[in-house]
């Protein structure tokens, strides 16, 4: 059984940065496709950023590009999103998610078989 567990949220003021960390046990994580989604009070959950097993591909929402950096260590079995530049509007519930689908769907939740339970983040003005 697949087992993810985010870490690294917290309380913020704009600006600043934070890393969220997100650990897969229960299975090889080299085997996964990973995405980070997100979801504010009140609001649908969307993508916020992919990458391949490999970390040979990465995606992001326009909203975080340049902002974002998503990254793995198949090592470590871990999964990172390092946030720059927070605004208060990334303020969410950020929830990282795993897939073993050949035809992966990174923008949607619906392509993802496990997730985590989620880490807070609240930027503040």
């Known amino acids: 059984q697949v087992q993810l567990v985010e870490s690294g949220g917290g309380l913020v003021q704009a600006g600043d940065s934070l890393r969220l960390s997100c650990a897969l046990s229960?299975?090889?994580?080299?085997?996964?496709?990973m995405g980070w989604f997100r979801q504010a009070p009140g609001q649908e959950r969307e993508f916020v950023s992919a990458?391949?097993?490999?970390?040979?591909?990465?995606y992001y929402r326009d909203a975080v590009k340049g902002r974002f950096t998503i990254s793995r260590d198949n090592d470590k079995s871990t999964l990172y999103l390092h946030m720059s530049s927070l605004k208060p509007e990334d303020t969410a519930v950020y929830f990282c998610?795993?897939?073993?689908?050949?035809?992966?769907?990174?923008?949607?939740?619906?392509?993802?078989?496990?997730w985590g339970q989620g880490t807070q983040v609240t930027v503040s003005s």
């Open positions: 998610a795993a897939s073993y689908y050949s035809n992966w769907r990174y923008y949607t939740g619906q392509g993802y078989n496990y």
């Open positions: 229960g299975r090889t994580f080299s085997a996964y496709s």
């Open positions: 990458i391949s097993w490999d970390g040979g591909n990465t």
